[in-house]
């Protein structure tokens, strides 16, 4: 039996940029006032702490998607994140009492990383995020505003922060799948990207803004099996999700479900 159900996936797929588009919608979060007092609470709180460094910055708020094998769709309005620290980080039983559309469930972009010569690799973050610290995480972020709706924009801009990548050494790109984490219920893209840089490269030029240190195993069936059964306590549902997609694609939908059954809600 799994010691915790830890993410939900809405869509899984293999799809190109071609095949992927996002349109803006209107934002149907409900401003009730007991709940924006509570994101105002939350965000004193949170930026109070010391070491922690946030702003309000913009986040593109997931409305709805339609997935089929050939097309991603996804809506978004506008969102940012002091009511993503309200809701889902800090509140996320909110859901249960006024239902998932009182969250900001704002949409997050998690490429697992795959280097020229043949790791998978992600970040370990460091005490200033505001959660997950010390956990193994994707080179991760949102979708803002800035991104124009592309979700690949998105996947270089963060790389380029995160790891200081130029756009040709992102050799290919692909969305496997829209996750989400169940403690926080946030929806999260998740990607399977290669690189021309090795593995030691990656290291080298990491920021370590959010990162304290890369992550990386083979690309090889028994090291993402041996990941999964060992490093549940330090990879976090995003990372998990991450893993599980890339092994969907590379090793098949039986392996997929064996490997899922002790993290995926039914």
């Given at each position: 039996m799994p010691e915790q159900t830890l993410l939900t996936f809405h869509a899984m797929g293999d799809w190109p940029a071609q095949a992927v588009c996002a349109r803006w919608v209107a934002d149907s979060r409900p401003r009730d006032p007991q709940v924006e007092e509570l994101i105002e609470a939350a965000w004193r709180e949170a930026t109070r702490r010391p070491g922690v460094w946030l702003f309000d910055g913009p986040m593109c708020r997931l409305e709805s998607w339609h997935a089929d094998?050939?097309?991603?769709?996804?809506?978004?309005?506008k969102t940012s994140y002091k009511p993503f620290v309200g809701t889902n980080m800090a509140h996320p039983e909110l859901a249960k009492r006024l239902g998932r559309n009182i969250l900001a469930n704002p949409v997050g972009v998690s490429p697992l990383l795959q280097s020229a010569d043949g790791f998978l690799m992600m970040g370990r973050r460091n005490a200033s995020v505001a959660y997950y610290p010390h956990r193994i995480h994707p080179f991760a972020g949102a979708l803002d505003h800035r991104d124009g709706l592309d979700i690949f924009?998105?996947?270089?801009?963060?790389?380029?922060?995160?790891?200081?990548?130029?756009?040709?050494?992102?050799?290919?790109?692909?969305?496997?799948?829209?996750?989400?984490?169940m403690s926080i219920l946030q929806p999260e893209l998740i990607l399977r990207c290669t690189t021309s840089r090795?593995?030691?490269?990656?290291?080298?030029?990491?920021?370590?803004?959010?990162h304290q240190a890369a992550w990386a195993i083979p690309a090889e069936l028994a090291a993402v099996e041996k990941a999964l059964a060992e490093q549940r306590d330090v990879l976090t549902p995003v990372a998990v999700a991450a893993l599980l997609l890339w092994g969907r694609i590379t090793f098949g939908d039986p392996w997929f479900t064996r490997q899922a059954a002790?993290?995926?809600?039914?």
């Open positions: 094998p050939h097309r991603l769709e996804l809506s978004l309005s924009a998105a996947l270089a801009r963060e790389l380029c922060e995160e790891l200081h990548f130029a756009p040709q050494e992102i050799l290919s790109a692909r969305c496997t799948g829209i996750a989400e984490d090795p593995r030691s490269q990656i290291e080298a030029q990491l920021d370590q803004t959010e002790d993290f995926v809600a039914p």
